[in-house]
């Protein structure tokens, strides 16, 4: 298998090219470009001393549940993060732990986390100890990548790029930081915050990111950044300096390293692996000319089995308790009319009889029922592999597909046709095995285990990926027609001949209108709704629930060629359409990342400074509130050449201020400035800028 799709597109070539030519000419300067690699053997000096440390990740982020890169975009916990947060106070107040010091990063995700494992295990010795807030254990700054999806940058750059880009200690994303350096970033706070305590026998507690806790393992082990590995660590975990160094050790080789790439590569490649497999069991049903399916109850058991499993993981990610709220009036209206409109034109054909006339013409109230069947249930997995809000896909598909087969019950007793309403039971079976069952294990099992549930996701999921490629296998191998090839090819059979290419011409007329509405519909709403919105609007409209309506094929009492090339065409377009929809996403994500690459620049110290001096008209080496924000405008002069507004820089300078502004004066001197940019860079259109446009 190719593993890397963006290589086959001039887009990522472009992409990489582009890339290439900023390291070559460093239009995107970094200060501290190497790491000082401050002490070697570091974890044999501080095991011996007699103070304590814990290390904390924070909970579960907005961003971590939409499967996209935060750095330092400010994001919130979400609900299960508050609960993961509580977790870690358990089991502090578990260990009987009390702290002397505590560390935190400024970002609100972190301060969350610390307040309310705080809260939950009292665990401060005395409460007039103060949370200290230090920088440099804030997330690593991923540039250009803020805000994006984790899969399509997989795609775009493939996944040995995406692995050097992300994980390298030596590499960055254009207008982010290297490994190496948030190692000597973290390993200096450890060294000049956390040592002197242990040395005084005190206890102290960190809470901060993944991409820090990982680099700071390193050091504490005594190894470089080289020897970097991506961990994954557990969200919501107090663990003591021992045993992060014991996860690193066990994460990073062996067989969970095997499991951490089967993982990755599964989901970077799920939409390709469902294609082929469902074209394989298609073949192997064509090839073989086998009259006998899967026999229909093992058949039906295999669909009910892998879809629970898919549901199980898909579950694992989602707080629909939560998700209910953040699903927006207005993506509700627009999915929900869309369908009371497909099912009015829907209704009207099959009643009025203008379609059904008899027997013969069953095949097309079939393809006017799929116009109608509601969203599929594995909605919510393109959405995080797409970009999509998740939120919408989760709560909307669901819904509707618990609404629709009521429907769908009443509309066939009410046309009368030969479809045996009792097929519908075995959509309810799927409901209620596939779906209800195990969404209710995975939301149990979240609330009661939210650390252990969230890292088996995490490390598992490849499970619930490999479930639906066997049902894609099982789907096309007893949905092929075993004359499919002659059919096709040499027509001995003019009847079927006619029946199959009819029922593609049908079936590309239905995907296509279907794609064509929601394109317009995704145009029409581009004002009223956040990009992510309408992703999850456009897969809600294009994602039809093919096994509810499966369900309804089973139950037609007629075989006729028509009816048995409608369920292929069907089958074939519902797992093989979204590979062709994703290239198209990929490449748009692409020339997006690629216009931004060109557009961004880092400041160098040296370069802020200059225009430090330039504001500090008074002489007074210090910058007000006013001059702070100018001087964001000058930057962004010198890297985008155009200016954001007001508001936007606003709100950038209030969030600077809060970093920077350490003895609350009013004012930033060019020593805290120079501290802030040697660490981050500093990036007047990017990472915080989009947080200030999602807080509006």
Request: aromatic share 10%; hydrophobic share 45%; glycine share 6%.
């Amino acid at each position: 298998m190719n593993r890397d799709l963006g290589k086959d597109t001039k887009t990522a070539q472009n992409y990489r090219e582009i890339i290439g030519k900023f390291k070559l000419l460093k239009i995107m300067t970094r200060t501290n470009d190497s790491s000082t690699n401050l002490v070697s053997g570091v974890s044999e000096r501080t095991d011996n001393l007699p103070g304590k440390v814990y290390f904390i990740r924070h909970g579960e982020s907005t961003s971590n549940e939409r499967n996209i890169f935060a750095g330092v975009l400010d994001v919130d916990l979400t609900a299960f993060g508050r609960l993961q947060a509580r977790r870690a106070g358990t089991d502090i107040k578990n260990k009987g732990v009390k702290f002397d010091a505590v560390y935190v990063s400024h970002m609100k995700r972190a301060r969350q986390t610390c307040e309310i494992a705080l809260e939950t295990s009292q665990a401060l010795k005395s409460p007039d100890i103060p949370v200290q807030i230090d920088h440099r254990i804030s997330e690593k700054s991923f540039g250009i990548f803020a805000g994006r999806n984790l899969n399509l940058l997989r795609l775009a750059l493939g996944y040995e790029g995406f692995e050097e880009m992300l994980h390298s200690h030596n590499e960055a994303p254009p207008a982010g930081e290297k490994i190496a350096q948030v190692y000597d970033r973290a390993a200096r706070f450890y060294e000049e915050k956390v040592v002197p305590h242990l040395k005084r026998g005190e206890t102290v507690l960190v809470v901060c990111h993944q991409y820090v806790l990982e680099p700071l393992a390193l050091y504490l082990s005594g190894l470089p950044p080289t020897a970097y590995k991506h961990l994954k660590l557990p969200n919501g975990k107090a663990l003591s300096q021992e045993e992060l160094v014991k996860f690193r050790d066990k994460e990073s080789g062996g067989t969970a390293a095997v499991r951490k790439e089967v993982n990755d590569l599964s989901i970077m490649w799920a939409i390709l692996i469902y294609a082929i497999a469902f074209l394989l069991g298609s073949l192997v049903r064509a090839v073989s000319a086998s009259q006998a399916g899967i026999p229909s109850e093992l058949f039906r058991g295999i669909i009910v089995g892998c879809l629970a499993l898919s549901t199980f993981y898909t579950y694992l990610d989602i707080d629909f308790a939560a998700s209910k709220r953040k699903v927006t009036s207005t993506v509700k209206s627009i999915v929900y009319l869309w369908m009371l409109a497909r099912w009015g034109v829907g209704l009207f054909l099959i009643v009025s009889g203008l379609l059904y006339q008899s027997p013969a013409d069953l095949y097309k109230v079939l393809w006017v029922l799929f116009w109608m069947v509601p969203p599929a249930l594995t909605s919510p997995v393109l959405s995080v592999l797409w970009g999509g809000n998740l939120y919408p896909s989760a709560v909307l598909s669901r819904t509707l597909s618990i609404i629709a087969p009521i429907a769908l019950l009443a509309t066939l007793r009410v046309a009368n046709l030969p479809i045996n309403n009792s097929s519908l039971i075995f959509f309810g079976v799927i409901l209620i095995l596939g779906l209800a069952i195990p969404g209710a294990i995975a939301q149990f099992w979240r609330d009661k285990s939210p650390v252990e549930s969230n890292h088996h996701s995490k490390n598992w999921k490849f499970i619930g990926v490999l479930a639906v490629a066997l049902m894609a296998l099982a789907t096309g191998f007893q949905f092929t027609p075993a004359t499919f090839l002659s059919d096709l090819f040499s027509s001995t059979d003019t009847v079927r001949s006619l029946a199959c290419l009819q029922q593609l011409a049908i079936g590309t007329l239905v995907f296509v209108s279907m794609r064509v509405l929601a394109v317009f519909t995704s145009g029409f709403t581009k004002s009223k709704l956040s990009k992510a919105e309408i992703q999850d609007a456009y897969i809600l409209l294009v994602n039809p629930n093919f096994f509810l309506w499966a369900a309804l094929f089973i139950g037609v009492s007629t075989t006729t060629p028509q009816v048995t090339y409608a369920i292929f065409w069907a089958s074939l377009g519902f797992f093989c359409i979204p590979l062709i929809e994703q290239i198209l996403f990929m490449n748009a994500f692409s020339n997006d990342i690629l216009r931004e690459t060109l557009r961004s620049s880092r400041v160098a110290t040296e370069d802020v400074k200059k225009l430090f001096h330039q504001l500090d008209t008074d002489g007074t080496k210090t910058l007000n509130r006013a001059e702070i924000m100018e001087l964001l405008g000058l930057i962004e002069d010198m890297t985008t050449g155009e200016r954001s507004s007001e508001e936007v820089r606003n709100y950038i300078t209030d969030y600077l201020f809060t970093i920077l502004d350490s003895d609350k004066n009013g004012t930033v001197d060019l020593a805290e400035l120079e501290e802030y940019v040697s660490t981050y860079g500093l990036v007047a259109n990017l990472n915080v800028a989009p947080a200030a446009a999602s807080a509006r």
